[in-house]
T-cell receptor, first 114, second 115 residues
Framework: DSGVTQTPKHLITATGQRVTLRCSPR?????VYWYQQSLDQGLQFLIH???????AKGNILERFSAQQFPDLHSELNLSSLELGDSALYFC?????????????FGPGTRLTVL | AQSVSQHNHHVILSEAASLELGCNYS??????LFWYVQYPGQHLQLLLK??????LVKGIKGFEAEFIKSKFSFNLRKPSVQWSDTAEYFC?????????????FGTGTRLTVIP
């Protein structure tokens, strides 16, 4: 157990819908990262938040957005869902956001878009 | 853009065999290198990481990796694998700049160890 929690574990929804994925980092961590793992793209970085502020953006679609709340939990919002958004979404956290910080990964949320 | 290549997609070994998984990256500057493992049904866990110093890095569970800068490689090794090493292994890099902590992952190598 890494100490990072993600809910829900599984999510099945239809195209065009909107969903929210939730991540709670380890208690000592200020940084939260979101990654998407799909069969065709592999594991890709989406976005990084540090202490409530967006720090870096990766290959995140405009239909996706995220935020980190004052209690440091984070939510990833996916809207206008398409079949291709079906993937495993991982959250990771680290103490700060330094390049040598270890990132601790959560168990992931498996999203299926039908 | 940075990229990470893992050329072995699926490796099958018998217990006690030696393991070497390849990882190559493309980036000309300073990089930090990581190997993560994902056991079946579990989350990604850090095996080892390299930032600077001795290019031979030892990690958990008997794994080690060697950074060869001239070859842009960071291969993972284990002298004698066990059935419990069956998992997917991911090599990852970040570009070693302050604030740039996002990881670029390889496509992963699935290791199956036969008892």
């Amino acid at each position: 157990d890494s100490g990072v929690t993600q809910t829900p574990k599984h999510l099945i929804t239809a195209t065009g819908q909107r969903v929210t994925l939730r991540c709670s980092p380890r208690s000592e961590d200020l940084s939260v990262y979101w990654y998407q793992q799909s069969l065709d793209q592999g594991l890709q970085f989406l976005i990084h938040y540090y202490n409530g502020e967006e720090r870096a953006k990766g290959n995140i679609l405009e239909r996706f957005s995220a935020q980190q709340f004052p209690d440091l939990h984070s939510e990833l919002n996916l809207s206008s869902l398409e079949l291709g958004d079906s993937a495993l979404y991982f959250c990771a956290s680290s103490v700060e956001g330094r390049e040598f910080d270890t990132q601790y990964f959560g168990p992931g949320t498996r999203l299926t878009v039908l | 853009a940075q990229s990470v290549s893992q050329h072995n997609h699926h490796v099958i070994l018998s217990e006690a065999a030696s393991l070497e998984l390849g990882c190559n990256y493309s980036y000309g500057g300073t990089v930090n290198l990581f190997w993560y493992v994902q056991y079946p049904g579990q989350h990604l866990q850090l095996l080892l990481k390299y930032f600077s110093g001795d290019p031979l890095v030892k990690g958990i569970k008997g794994f080690e990796a060697e950074f060869i800068k001239s070859k842009f490689s960071f291969n993972l090794r284990k002298p004698s694998v066990q059935w419990s090493d069956t998992a997917e292994y991911f090599c990852a890099v970040n570009v070693g700049q302050t604030g740039a902590n996002n990881l670029f992952f390889g496509t992963g190598t699935r290791l199956t160890v036969i008892p």
